[in-house]
């Protein structure tokens, strides 16, 4: 009965910024870890930030000072707000959870949204 439902993607100008949600039925984000995923046209899906039930995040490299995941438990929705948008961000961004952390970070879970369109123009 797990749902993820990813919104807030659009077209939008290099130095802009983004806030996508991600709204849960089924699974209560407080107590489960969440990662967000993006996968550009012939490039591999890789993870861009998590948070774990117990609040700890992780960011990739190249969004470091400029992503932040947040959680709203009231909501049971997750957002990743992405600033200084550049065109290398351009990707469907994913939610993911059912996951949790291990050494390695993020382990991703079985559950994933339907995925939303960003586009970062120059």
């Known amino acids: 009965q797990v749902q993820l439902v990813e919104s807030g993607g659009g077209l939008v100008q290099a130095g802009g910024s983004l806030r996508l949600s991600c709204a849960a039925s089924g699974i209560t984000f407080s107590a489960n870890a969440v990662g967000w995923y993006r996968q550009a046209p012939g490039k591999q899906r890789e993870l861009v930030a998590s948070?774990?039930?117990?609040?700890?995040?992780n960011y990739t490299d190249s969004v470091k000072g400029r992503a932040t995941i947040s959680r709203d438990s009231a909501k049971n929705t997750v957002y990743l707000q992405i600033d200084s948008l550049k065109p290398e961000d351009t990707a469907v961004y994913y939610c993911?959870?059912?996951?949790?952390?291990?050494?390695?970070?993020?382990?991703?879970?079985?559950?994933w949204g339907q995925g939303t369109q960003v586009t970062v123009s120059s």
């Open positions: 993911n959870t059912g996951g949790y952390y291990s050494y390695r970070g993020y382990v991703t879970g079985d559950y």
């Open positions: 948070i774990s039930r117990a609040g700890l995040i």
